[in-house]
């Protein structure tokens, strides 16, 4: 019925442009303003309902069968028989088991190590915070170091026992620093704490 009814409806409207040009186009554009102010009301939310749904179904196995899918419809896509597109499916399938995580109860040595290694408390790295305080001159150097003993002193409540003996290693690094830099300045014997 659709396909007689869009003829029929063009027909009158080409009809009634010939006889009225001017008053046909205004109608025909007011008509098509709102049409336009319609879809676009309606279509903001379904242009952003694939974003939130992608969103919502993210993670590692998805992004993995993201792949084994568009594998999978390349192949059917290419293949010249319906067999050979079912035997590459299969094919595909079977190959991309270690990719979406099929191994589900066994975990591997490297799995164990890792989660062994990172049970403890990870040391802090004098060396490295060391060498991050290069740039900062010394007047930089004493604040920082003013500011982390008034957070040990009870000014920071929200210190953990690790962040607190993370803050004296790092006060400890910032007043070799400055020791050396004035033994390295002056030549004279570095002062103790």
């Known amino acids: 019925m659709l396909y007689r009814a869009i003829p029929f409806s063009l027909g009158l409207v080409l009809g009634r442009l010939q006889r009225h040009p001017a008053r046909s186009l ?9 049409a336009v102010v319609i ?27 993201v792949g084994v899918v568009g594998l999978i419809v390349l192949a059917n896509l290419l293949a010249s028989s319906s067999t050979l597109a079912g035997w590459a499916t299969v094919f595909i399938v079977g190959a991309s088991r ?43 150097l004493r ?10 002193q009870g000014g920071d409540p929200t210190l953990t026992e690790e962040d607190r003996r993370d803050r004296v290693q790092q006060r400890r690094v910032i007043h070799e620093t400055l020791d050396a830099r004035r033994v390295a300045r002056d030549g004279s014997s570095p002062r103790r704490p």
């Not at 604040?143 to 040990?152: D, F």
């Open 26 to 34: 205004r109608a025909l554009s007011v008509c098509l303003g709102r």
């Open 39 to 65: 879809v676009l009301r309606f279509a903001q939310p379904l242009v952003c309902l694939p974003w939130r749904a992608g969103q919502l179904v993210d993670g590692p196995v998805a992004r993995a069968l």
């Open 98 to 140: 270690g990719l979406t995580g099929a191994r589900r109860g066994h975990s591997s040595s490297t799995t164990r190590r890792l989660q062994s290694a990172t049970a403890g408390p990870v040391p802090f790295d004098a060396v490295a915070y060391a060498a991050t305080l290069a740039p900062f001159s010394d007047p930089e």
């Open 143 to 152: 604040r920082k170091a003013r500011e982390i003993a008034h957070a040990l």
